[in-house]
């Protein structure tokens, strides 16, 4: 059975970049009705923290990127790394090191100043340091006694065959001092040991791969399959960060973004089904393939983004979108309440909006006292005595669009002018805007009162 799994370290929110991962690996295993497994690799001890575990937690249930085993939490498997850690020295793949802090840097120095890379000269290796007594004092790190000669490679499922020259890779660091795992040992552990099939991430992680390999192969054990998706780059090129809008998932939700939307437009970032820009998730699980992943950066998109929410706005059922729209409301102070059904708003205006706050900002036309018109511009006699004429008409139609909608025609018709000479000043004098939709529909949800009470505001009697 494959089972694939998302790793997240919880030094901060989910962003963009880790959604993706997530989103991929958990698709290829919904493809393959497989399992999806959920580890926090929680040992950035100074930076780790339960705030960053909920916000992750949080951004994947709002996706609907649900797992099948976990979480896991790497900081309650210390015992597990030291155990395969000791397994490690005594097969001779491993040992310890004792070299202190200070003697790395001044070895670090010493390389940098002859214009060399820095990396561990390998001084503890056992055919190194026999017979040097260990010093007191010093507690030892394990190091990974990584193979000097030949090259290490894999058969990458997104960028085909990668290898690297083990003459380039130094003795890493897997338990410190303190008991706890390196990144690239705890990983090699913990996807042996939740029998992962393929690791699909970042492919900043490429880099980290063939020290993984090295692990696998002095354990034993099978490697699974990897396959590294290409980074997500801003429109300028550079890599994503804040200012190319990679905030926070849930920020997203708060922006007044759908979910589907959101994973809709991740979906397409660095893969593709042909053309098909929309679909839903269920469509997605069913197309989805390493084979059609990019080799090439992806690049975000906030325009496509808005855009993609717009769509799904559109297509919403408007029960779920009124229950969105209402807090938004009510921080604007209005009472929805106190104004026509909301979900009937929702329903007129949703066709012109990007996101829910943009959908609240229209639906204040018809609540609260942010919605009151503005005064007009000057109008002529002629256009004044055709909105007089029109008001008294409106006070006995029968209040529907359709009724509505012919009194306006008419009244435009008798008064010897075009719809548009009348509908924009009446639009303006009852909404106080320049823009509505169609302004029948308009007044049929504000109502008879408010329109006869917020036309009177402005019309002389007759």
């Known amino acids: ?43 950035d001890l100074e930076r780790s923290t339960q705030n960053s575990v909920n916000a992750i937690l949080d951004g994947m249930k709002w996706l609907g990127i649900d797992w099948d085993e976990g979480p896991f939490f790497q900081m309650q498997r210390l015992a597990r790394y030291k155990e395969v850690a000791e397994q490690l020295i005594a097969s001779g793949h491993a040992y310890h090191d004792y070299m202190s802090r200070e003697e790395l840097e001044t070895l670090r120095q010493e390389q940098l100043a002859a214009g060399l890379k820095p990396r561990y000269d390998g001084r503890w290796r056992p055919e190194r340091s026999e017979g040097r007594k260990p010093p007191e004092g010093v507690e030892p790190v394990v190091r990974f006694r990584t193979p000097e000669a030949g090259e290490v490679g894999w058969n990458d499922l997104v960028k085909g065959f990668i290898a690297f020259p083990n003459g380039e890779l130094d003795d890493l660091v897997l338990l410190r001092a303190d008991g706890v795992p390196t990144y690239n040992f705890g990983v090699v552990v913990d996807d042996l040991d939740m029998r992962i099939t393929h690791v699909i991430r970042g492919d900043d992680h490429v880099n980290n791969t063939p020290r993984q390999i090295h692990i696998f192969q002095a354990l034993g054990r099978p490697l699974p399959e990897f396959a590294h998706v290409p980074m997500i780059l801003g429109a300028d090129g550079e890599r994503l960060s804040k200012r190319h809008g990679a905030v926070s998932v849930t920020q997203y939700r708060e922006e007044g973004y759908l979910p589907e939307a959101l994973v809709n437009y991740l979906a397409r970032l660095g893969w593709s089904h042909g053309d098909e820009e929309l679909f839903p998730v269920e469509l997605f699980i069913q197309w989805f393939d390493l084979g059609h992943v990019s080799r090439s950066p992806a690049q975000f998109n906030p ?28 921080q604007r102070g209005a009472q929805p309440a106190g104004g026509p059904p909301l979900e009937k708003v929702v329903a007129l205006l949703k066709q012109r909006a990007q996101s829910i706050p943009q959908l609240a900002d229209e639906a204040m036309l018809f609540y609260g006292s942010s919605s ?23 006070l006995e139609v029968a209040w529907e669009r359709a009724a509505i909608s012919g009194t306006i025609k008419d009244v435009a018709k008798a008064s010897g002018l075009k719809m548009p000479q009348l509908a924009m000043p009446l639009r303006r004098l009852v909404t106080g805007r320049a823009q509505t939709p169609s302004i029948d529909a308009v007044l049929e949800l504000l109502g008879r009162e408010t329109v006869m009470l917020r036309l009177a505001q402005h019309l002389e009697a007759d």
């Not at 496509?304 to 009510?330: F, G, I, M, S, T």
């Not at 009151?372 to 409106?394: F, G, V, Y």
């Open 1 to 43: 059975m494959i089972r694939t799994r998302f790793a997240p370290s919880p030094t901060g929110y989910l962003h963009i970049g880790g959604a993706r991962t997530a989103l991929f690996s958990w698709a290829y295993a919904r493809h393959h009705s497989g399992k999806f497994l959920l580890r926090i690799e929680d040992t």
């Open 303 to 330: 325009e496509k983004l808005a855009w993609l929410n717009q769509q799904y706005l559109k297509n919403a059922p408007d029960a779920r979108l009124a229950a969105l729209v209402e807090p938004e409301l009510r």
């Open 372 to 394: 009151e018109p503005q005064p007009s511009e000057e109008l002529d006699e002629a256009t004044l005595r055709a909105l007089r004429m029109l008001k008294a008409r409106l």
